[in-house]
């Protein structure tokens, strides 16, 4: 019989963890099924199962199995259990409330001379010179006014 590559050994400490989480009525429901899997193929008890019972007893491919098993040997209980972290920050919205209602305002005030109507350009440049953002796209200033129901024509 071939020797397995990763092989999980839990301690104490996790095994409480995870049946802590399998009892809570509040964790994920994936969250709760990697505890299971996790408590079905810790060798430290003594009614282990296999992969393959594993992934019977929990209606899961065998390869999802493996593919767990070999995350919690590289990163640990956590990285199993719970979603990484982003590594880089969420880009804050570069049209506020502020910037949204400066841009409606200037939809609804009239035309400027020479015009019959404002363009999505001309809100853009407008909303430019005024001074509120350094650049704006002629499309986002349409989102804008799309998001609100205000007609630009």
């Given amino acids: 019989m071939k020797?397995?590559?990763?092989?999980?050994?839990?301690?104490?400490q996790e095994q409480t963890q995870l049946?802590?989480?399998i009892q809570s009525k509040t964790t994920k429901p994936l969250t709760n099924q990697?505890?299971?899997?996790?408590?079905?193929l810790d060798e430290n008890n003594p009614n282990h199962l296999t992969v393959k019972q594993t992934a019977q007893k929990c209606k899961?491919?065998?390869?999802?199995?493996?593919?767990?098993?070999?995350?919690?040997?590289?990163?640990g209980l956590d990285r199993v259990l719970y979603r990484k972290k982003r590594e880089t920050p969420p880009v804050k919205?570069?049209?506020?409330?502020?910037?949204?209602?400066?841009i409606i305002a200037t939809a609804c005030s009239p035309p400027p001379?020479?015009?019959?109507?404002?363009?999505?350009?001309?809100?853009a440049d407008k909303v430019v010179l005024d001074g509120v953002l350094d650049s704006v796209a002629?499309?986002?200033?349409?989102?804008?006014?799309k998001?609100?129901?205000?007609?630009y024509i």
Avoid: F
């Avoid at 990697?34 to 079905?40: E, G």
């Avoid at 001379?113 to 809100?123: D, E, N, Q, V």
């Fill in 19 to 21: 049946e802590k989480i």
């Fill in 113 to 123: 001379a020479g015009r019959a109507c404002w363009t999505l350009k001309l809100i």
């Fill in 147 to 151: 998001k609100r129901n205000i007609s």
């Fill in 138 to 145: 002629d499309t986002t200033v349409m989102r804008v006014l």
């Fill in 93 to 102: 919205p570069k049209i506020t409330g502020d910037i949204e209602a400066h």
């Fill in 60 to 75: 899961l491919h065998p390869e999802n199995i493996y593919k767990l098993r070999k995350q919690y040997i590289q990163h």
């Fill in 34 to 40: 990697h505890a299971k899997i996790l408590l079905n």
């Fill in 3 to 12: 020797s397995q590559k990763y092989t999980i050994k839990l301690t104490p």
